[in-house]
């Protein structure tokens, strides 16, 4: 098992561009997350999936958008890309809404200039 | 949510055990103790959880206190693999959504 992926790993950007983050998990997972991480701060959830067909804010909607695509693929898209969203983006997962256990990607490196 | 203090780093030598601390003081009865550490540059990783009985799984031992108002995360041979930033998170079971990372404690495993 691949566990969760995301692609792509590295990205820079001028601002005002657009750009979508694929996230995708094989562990038949039902709930899907995606969060950001700015230097020396903790993870803060940006938007989540608790369940195929579901979205919902986190702490730090503003500027993103996101997709459902099916069980296995969630993404996050930037529609205006501003230098404040310079940030490593982690997508997870777990088997329902209400479990603690998530599981990582390996990040997406996004820099915005 | 239940706030927790862990310590800012801790130093640990190789093949010994790593104990890390963690006080939750105001947790309440539904809430979860959840560990998780983050390797430099990587994803945050599920390392163990626990309501109040002790825990054991591959990785680690969880030790929660009678009272519930303090747990040890143990690594019980540490490896220069096991450096990393450890998060204790409190999290009420059945609660929706996001997991609550602090600042952790960077564990060094020094050789």
């Known amino acids: 098992n691949a566990g969760v992926t995301q692609t792509p790993k590295f990205q820079v950007l001028k601002t005002g561009q657009s750009m979508t983050l694929q996230c995708a998990q094989d562990?038949?997972?039902?709930?899907m997350y995606w969060y950001r991480q700015d230097p020396g701060m903790g993870l803060r959830l940006i938007y989540y999936?608790?369940?195929?067909?579901?979205?919902d804010k986190g702490e730090v909607p503003n500027g993103y958008n996101v997709s459902r695509l099916n069980k296995r693929e969630f993404s996050l898209r930037l529609e205006s890309a501003a230098p404040s969203q310079t940030s490593v983006y982690f997508c997870?997962?777990?088997?329902?809404?209400?479990?603690?256990?998530?599981?990582f990607g390996p990040g997406t490196r996004l820099t915005v200039t | 949510d239940a706030k927790t203090t862990q310590p800012t780093s801790m130093d640990c030598a190789e093949g010994r055990a790593a104990n890390l601390p963690c006080n939750h003081s105001?947790?309440?009865?539904?809430?979860?103790v959840y560990w998780y550490r983050q390797i430099h540059s990587q994803g945050p990783q599920y390392i163990i959880h626990?309501?109040?009985n002790n825990e054991t799984n591959e990785m680690a031992s969880l030790i929660i206190t009678e009272d519930r108002k303090s747990s040890t995360l143990i690594l019980p041979h540490a490896t220069l693999r096991d450096t990393a930033v450890y998060y204790c998170?409190?999290?009420?079971?059945?609660?929706?959504?996001?997991?609550?990372f602090g600042k952790g404690t960077k564990l060094s495993v020094k050789p």
């Open positions: 997870a997962s777990s088997f329902s809404g209400t479990s603690g256990e998530q599981y």
């Open positions: 562990m038949n997972h039902n709930s």
């Open positions: 999936s608790a369940s195929e067909g579901t979205t």
């Open positions: 105001t947790i309440s009865g539904n809430e979860y």
């Open positions: 626990g309501l109040k």
């Open positions: 998170i409190v999290r009420p079971g059945g609660s929706q959504g996001n997991l609550i």
